[in-house]
């Protein structure tokens, strides 16, 4: 008998090494401290302090938030606080030109692109001018299946190439959506089609209660990309640097004609996974949510600009307070807007009624108008 023939490839060696490669890619440190200065966003001063602003606001509005919706004044509501690295500092490097697919937890980024708060307070109520994106503002809606809007972006990114427009098409999910058939069609498509697409994996390491570690057997999300055939990065999703830095030079090369990337951001979410019930602690530990408020964006992004000496407590209470105050007129605005009835359903989703609806149309009609 021969002796057993070697094998001539080693498959798990190949799967180590593309998994090694994803290091975490960081700027600035918990400490607020630069680590990687080689790599630091070319940014000016005004524009460190709006993003700080940005990030400051954003937070104060996921306290608002949740407090009106306890309050019984919204309604569906998914906390924000822990993300603002991931969703304002990404969406800081991208231009009014650009468009932006949004998920269910990313209202914050399309208020940012020009979204009227107080629309977005009636997507929450679930009114349907909450969704009427104003005209000339390239939002689409954000979306409540998981992982639907990875396709879109690919049609949306290749519809601006088509178009011969110099913008990209953005999309979020968080790491359940990337468990999505959805994810893998689209981000196959936009290597396919070498499409101006950015696809960010929000990795806040829970789909409600399910750990990233039962979504997937891959060591990380980023090198999914990888099969698709784009640049694909990894990046601490607390580091507003850092995440910023990813988006743009991915934006870049976009517009350079050379296709999409994958963006995962590490990140946790502070909250519950939205205000409809669910209980964190269920699934998460004391420890845990310790070791991630360690990790704030807001305090290690404080921290260097005021080491810059770019921001102060004075500047901090004034974000507050202003954001306070939109809010306040927002909610109002909200309350202000007349009820949705059942004949705007209609009139909002057909063109041209089919003829029973027609029929109801008139019944409600004449109802609503008593
Ligand atoms: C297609 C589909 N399946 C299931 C759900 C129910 N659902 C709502 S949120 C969610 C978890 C999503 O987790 P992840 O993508 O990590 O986003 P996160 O909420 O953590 O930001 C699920 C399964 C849904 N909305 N759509
Ligand atoms: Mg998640």
């Known amino acids: 008998m021969s002796a057993k023939k ?15 490669q994803f290091e975490m890619f960081q700027i600035l440190n918990e400490e607020g401290e ?32 949740i407090s009106l919706n306890r309050q019984g004044r919204l309604g569906f509501y998914a906390p924000t606080a822990g993300q603002e690295a991931s969703q304002i500092a990404s969406h800081f490097a991208l231009e009014k030109e ?31 001018h909450g969704n009427q994106v104003p ?4 939002v689409l ?30 999309t979020y999910t968080g790491d359940g959506g990337s468990s999505q058939g959805d994810f893998y069609e689209g981000i196959n498509f936009a290597g396919a089609f070498n499409a101006p697409a950015i696809f960010i994996v929000q990795n806040n390491q829970f789909a409600i209660s399910t750990p990233r570690e039962k979504q997937t057997a891959a060591k990380t999300i980023a090198q999914k990309g990888i099969a698709a055939g784009m640049p694909s990065v990894l990046v601490d999703g607390m580091d507003p640097l850092a995440v910023y830095a990813v988006t743009r030079e991915a934006r870049e090369r976009a517009l350079n004609g050379e ?22 602690t269920r699934y998460r530990t004391n420890d845990m949510d310790t070791e991630w408020e360690k990790k704030d964006p807001l305090v290690r992004f404080r921290k ?20 306070k105050e939109e809010i306040k007129d927002a909610i109002k605005k909200a309350d202000e807007t007349p009820k949705q009835k059942v004949t705007d359903l209609m009139s909002n989703m057909y063109e041209e009624m089919p003829a029973n609806l027609k029929e109801q149309f008139e019944i409600y009609k004449e109802k609503e108008s008593k």
């Open 6 to 20: 070697k094998a001539q490839f080693d498959a798990k060696k190949t799967l180590e090494m593309i998994e090694d």
């Open 34 to 65: 630069i680590v990687n200065q080689d790599a630091m966003p070319e940014l000016t001063d005004e524009q460190l302090e709006e993003l700080m602003t940005r990030m400051v606001y954003t937070r104060i509005l996921d306290q608002r938030s």
């Open 98 to 128: 650009d468009w932006i697919l949004p998920g269910y937890r990313d209202v914050p980024q399309i208020i940012w692109h020009g979204l009227p708060l107080y629309q977005a307070f009636l997507f929450s109520r679930g009114h349907y």
């Open 135 to 138: 005209e000339g503002l390239n």
């Open 141 to 170: 809606a954000p979306q409540i299946i998981i992982g639907a809007q990875y396709i879109q972006n690919a049609g949306v990114a290749l519809g601006l190439k088509k178009r011969g427009k110099k913008a990209v098409a953005v």
């Open 259 to 280: 296709g999409p990337t994958l963006i995962e951001t590490m990140c946790y979410r502070y909250g519950p996974h939205t205000m409809a019930g669910d209980d964190p």
């Open 304 to 323: 260097y600009l005021e080491g810059k000496g770019l921001w102060n407590e004075e500047k901090e209470t004034a974000v507050i307070e202003r954001a």
